[in-house]
């Protein structure tokens, strides 16, 4: 157990529609960021967060949009759902934005139909 | 910009065999680099990582990598696989410098492991 946890563990959403996905971060862990792993696929990297600013971008479009609360937990929100956007997302969080260590949970697999 | 390749999409080995898991990476300065491994379903665990120091570095598991950086490698090896280490098993290489704010992992695209009885 890595002290992250993800909600909800499974969703299945139509196209065009919403989402919210939710992280607690590890206990003094400062620092969230998020993966869009594809089936098949190695993870890819949305964005991070720290101390509830976005601290960095992979290549997602914005409809890709995420917050960080004061307690250190995160939201990934995904608007107008695409096909392709079915994936599992996981969530990594760190004890400081240098990348020295990531504890990833368990992830949350969305389906979108 | 940072890149992991594995170039072993599947492999099977059978039980008590030696195993290497290769990965090659692509990056200007020292990197940081990691071995998570995946069970289906199931998020990352970390194996081992690499920031500096000794080239061959112990994980968990009994899992052992080794850098090399004239090659630009840093494969995966165990000397006796279990049935319990099927699983899909990725590379990643992240920033090196303290004052790169926002790195991240650059994972490769994952070998999977099976394992035969």
């Known amino acids: 157990e890595t002290g992250v946890t993800q909600s909800p563990t499974h969703l299945i959403k139509t196209r065009g529609q919403q989402v919210t996905l939710r992280c607690s971060s590890q206990?003094?862990?400062?620092?969230v960021s998020w993966y869009q792993q594809a089936l098949g696929q190695g993870p890819q990297f949305i964005f991070q967060?720290?101390?509830?600013?976005?601290?960095g971008r992979g290549n997602f479009p914005p409809r890709f949009s995420g917050l960080q609360f004061p307690n250190y937990s995160s939201e990934l929100n995904v608007n107008a759902l695409e096909l392709d956007d079915s994936a599992l997302y996981l969530c990594?969080?760190?004890?400081?934005?240098?990348?020295?260590?990531?504890?990833f949970g368990q992830g949350t697999r969305l389906t979108v139909v | 910009a940072q890149s992991v390749t594995q170039p072993d999409i599947h492999i099977t080995v059978s039980e008590g065999a030696s195993l290497e898991l290769r990965c090659n990476y692509s990056?200007?300065?020292?990197?940081?680099l990691f071995w998570y491994v995946q069970s289906p379903g199931q998020g990352l665990q970390l194996l081992l990582k690499?920031?500096?120091?000794?080239?061959l570095v112990q994980g968990i598991k009994g899992f052992e990598a080794e850098f090399k950086r004239s090659q630009s490698s840093f494969n995966l090896r165990k000397p006796s696989v279990h049935w319990s280490d099927a699983a899909e098993y990725f590379c990643?290489?992240?920033?090196?410098?303290?004052?790169?704010?926002?790195?991240?992992?650059?994972f490769g695209p994952g070998t999977r492991l099976s394992v035969l009885p």
């Open positions: 990594a969080s760190s004890p400081g934005r240098a990348n020295t260590e990531a504890f």
């Open positions: 206990s003094g862990h400062n620092t």
């Open positions: 967060y720290y101390r509830e600013e976005e601290n």
């Open positions: 990056y200007g300065a020292t990197p940081y």
């Open positions: 690499y920031f500096s120091g000794d080239t």
């Open positions: 990643a290489v992240g920033a090196s410098s303290r004052d790169n704010y926002g790195q991240n992992f650059v």
